[in-house]
């Protein structure tokens, strides 16, 4: 096994045992609420109760600390429809509910502000924007729409999008024919063997993440390379509808393979082959392949 292989499946098995990694941040798991009438504008004592006190959970979400989880709740809650379109937010009542200070209550509406789920006007207040209004490429609204009631219309647009944007990206990789580039995508699918005979799917997917955003990243194209952190939302997101990405085995291993002989080959059709190949390993995706809809 090469120390790069070694370094990064003992790194993966040190944050699943819960010990941070080095720059790792920390991971929040999904309250997911109950499925009830949401019939006018619900209170905060109707929602989860576990999601009160967010100074007892143990870790953040993407940012650290207080501002975080809250951004986390309350993001969830948006998401969900716990805190439906135009429900006004008052910092002091959420200050109140959550019990933290008033400017981790005005940081974490910021946040959400920037990512499309509540706009702050004067003489208006803060309010939920409807979903047309929200960033629905922000990794953070993927994820609570990937685990929310929305679950299973996120997991078929993120499927739809990958099989847009990832075909074209191992074209255009192609041609662009870096040996460092090349070989840390073999680096890659080598890590990959070595995890799945060991039953490691923790590493297994974190190397395969590493290997599709790469592959995008080298594809010469900068708007592609913008659209990277849908794919590697769409590889974090567990449950069906899956690809062959989702589920370590030999075919999948293969396909991955096929890729970097074809990049270090120059042939853009068969990496794209490949690619197409690799998003339709087990027979349950067919489902998720991109065809015309009836209106």
Same mark, same amino acid.
């Given at each position: 096994m090469s120390t790069l292989a070694h370094t990064m499946m003992t790194a993966a098995r040190s944050a699943d045992s819960g010990l941070a990694g080095p720059g790792e941040l920390d991971r929040y798991p999904y309250a997911e609420a109950p499925v009830t009438e949401r019939l006018g504008a619900p209170s905060w004592d109707g929602s989860d109760p576990e999601l009160g006190r967010v100074?007892?959970?143990?870790?953040?979400?993407?940012?650290?600390?207080?501002?975080?989880?809250?951004?986390? %709740?309350?993001?969830?809650? *948006?998401?969900?429809?716990?805190?439906? #379109?135009?429900?006004?937010?008052?910092?002091?009542? *959420?200050?109140?509910?959550?019990?933290?200070?008033?400017?981790v209550v005005r940081e974490s509406l910021r946040v959400l502000e920037a990512k499309g789920l509540v706009s702050a006007r004067p003489n208006v207040g803060t309010r939920v924007r409807p979903v047309s209004d929200w960033n629905l490429l922000d990794p953070d609204i993927i994820e609570w729409r990937a685990f929310g009631p929305q679950r299973d219309n996120q997991r078929r647009e993120l499927s739809e999008l990958r099989w847009t944007i990832e075909p074209l990206a191992a074209r255009l990789a192609a041609g662009h024919g870096r040996e460092d580039v090349q070989q840390r995508l073999s680096d890659m699918v080598e890590i990959m063997g070595h #995890?799945?005979? %060991?039953?490691?799917?923790?590493?297994? @997917?974190?190397?395969?993440?590493?290997?599709?955003?790469?592959? *995008?990243?080298?594809?010469?194209?900068?708007?592609?390379?913008?659209? @990277?952190?849908?794919? @590697?939302? #769409?590889?974090?997101?567990?449950?069906?509808?899956?690809?062959?990405?989702?589920?370590?085995?030999? #075919? @999948?291993?293969?396909?991955?393979?096929?890729?970097?002989?074809?990049?270090?080959?120059?042939?853009?059709?068969?990496?794209?082959?490949?690619?197409? %190949?690799?998003? *339709?390993?087990?027979?349950?995706?067919?489902?998720?392949?991109?065809?015309?809809?009836?209106?």
């Open positions: 100074g007892r959970r143990a870790a953040g979400s993407r940012g650290r600390g207080l501002h975080g989880q809250l951004v986390q %709740q309350l993001g969830q809650m *948006i998401v969900s429809g716990d805190l439906g #379109a135009d429900r006004p937010l008052v910092p002091e009542e *959420i200050g109140q509910r959550f019990e933290v200070s008033r400017t #995890a799945m005979a %060991q039953g490691d799917a923790l590493t297994f @997917s974190r190397a395969d993440a590493e290997f599709h955003s790469l592959l *995008i990243q080298v594809a010469g194209n900068r708007m592609l390379e913008h659209l @990277s952190g849908i794919v @590697s939302s #769409a590889l974090q997101v567990s449950g069906g509808p899956v690809t062959g990405c989702d589920r370590p085995n030999d #075919a @999948s291993l293969a396909h991955h393979a096929r890729i970097v002989d074809a990049l270090a080959a120059g042939d853009g059709a068969a990496a794209e082959a490949a690619m197409r %190949q690799l998003l *339709i390993v087990h027979p349950e995706v067919e489902r998720v392949v991109p065809a015309p809809r009836e209106h």
